[in-house]
């Protein structure tokens, strides 16, 4: 892939990422993560950790979900790879937060995982969909 086009995606997929996180995060959760969550919430995001997150995950969604699916010419490759990459990269705080934090909420860990499993789908999906042209 030439690196226009992997840029293009790349950006794509960080635009989508953000965005749908941001509504996610910010508007239609933001309620029930206080609720569950609050109690471990910071007052003050920390933007560089929260940055740093968002430039290799993305990177990954890239490389691992999108770039296969564009070689294949499939979107359904591209969610379906979205989707599992989703759920085991949330499962990884999720679950070991649920295993090693006193207090972690078992709901919040519920919707989180579908939550990280539909984001990643629908991330990888509008990779695809810009890289293909």
Do not use: N
């Not at 919430?41 to 770039?67: G, K, N």
């Amino acid at each position: 892939m030439p690196i226009a086009l992997a840029l293009k995606v790349y950006a794509a997929c960080f635009t989508a990422f953000f965005a749908l996180d941001l509504l996610w995060l910010g508007v239609v959760a933001k309620g029930f993560y206080q609720k569950h969550l609050g109690h471990l919430m910071r007052e003050d995001v920390q933007w560089p950790a929260a940055l740093a997150f968002y430039l290799i995950y993305l990177a990954a969604i890239v490389i691992l979900c999108v770039l296969p699916a564009l070689e294949k010419q499939s979107l359904g490759r591209a969610l379906a790879l979205g989707a599992v990459f989703g759920l085991a990269a949330y499962a990884a705080f999720d679950l070991t937060s649920l295993a090693l934090l006193k207090g972690f909420p078992v709901p919040a860990v519920m919707v989180d995982l579908v939550w990280g499993t539909v984001l990643t789908a629908s991330v990888s999906a509008a990779g695809y969909l810009v890289g293909r042209g």
